[in-house]
């Protein structure tokens, strides 16, 4: 299933995307797509029926916001340098394990949304990713399979970054991920059963109509199920928290002098094969 959450920020209603294009209204079976209902087998069937019986009433999309698939994000993970090209370009080590961070839920937007650069950013940057949705319980995984069990679904996401704040004043990476807007989600959580491998999926991002990234999930240095298992070794996961898991080569800070950090007026239009596509404008905060 793709579902997916409309309407204004802050008052987005659950929906779904049929094969067809058609958008289906989901207000009369639940409450929103969060981890309340990801992590609830039986309501997720009772979609599938609804949707199987063609009893959802269609919504006209003309006009109307796509926000964040998901609601109530616990929390986000993010991966730091996990891309075999990204290492190469950026001359970098590959990591001997994976490098986490945290990103707050409320840097999370619409896939459409305004990206906007902080107030006295030179360096704001993009990041094409994976998103991984949790949709049970997971403490101290030992296997890949229990990692892939636990795992509703997948997202595009935009790991949007300020560059110096991250790498420059010292500290966390945190100081250059959380800023306003910083996560651009969406514009569906394709459920897992829809994607046959999450390590074979094309991936692009263009600025300006310039392509700047285009790579493949297999390209990651730590896969999505050793992730999830890595992870979960050292916090709990719960339904509809996010894992970020890192971003291929192209992104600004690893392009020859003068890099081409993001700008007011610039667009960004990124897409992952299977789970739709980004477009946002990018203005001054």
Known sequence: MRLLRVGPAGAERPALLEEDGTLRDLSALVRDVDGALIGDE???????????????????????????????????????????????TARMATPAEPVLFLKAPDTVVGPDDTVLVPRGSEKTDWEIELAVVIGRTARSLRTDDEAMAAVAGYALVNDVSEREFQNERGGQWDKGK??????????????????????????????????????????????????????????????????????????????????????????????????????QQVKDA
């Open 178 to 279: 959380n800023c306003e807007t910083f996560n651009p989600l969406g514009p569906w959580l394709v459920t897992a059963d829809e994607i046959r491998d999450p390590q074979d999926l094309r991936m692009r991002l263009w600025v300006n109509g310039a392509l700047m990234q285009d790579s493949s999930t297999a390209e990651q240095i730590f896969p999505v199920a050793f992730l999830v298992r890595y992870v979960s070794r050292f916090m709990t996961l719960y339904p509809g928290d996010v894992i970020n898991t890192g971003t291929p080569a192209g992104v600004a800070v690893s392009r020859p002098a003068p890099k081409p950090y993001l700008r007011a007026g610039d667009v960004m239009e990124l897409e992952i094969e299977g789970l739709g596509r980004q477009r």
């Open 42 to 88: 039986a309501a997720l069937s009772r979609i599938r029926a609804a949707a199987g019986a063609r009893i959802l009433p269609a919504l006209d999309p003309h006009g109307l916001r796509i926000g964040p698939p998901l609601g109530r994000i616990g929390k986000i993970v993010g991966i730091g340098v996990n891309y075999r090209d990204f290492v190469a």
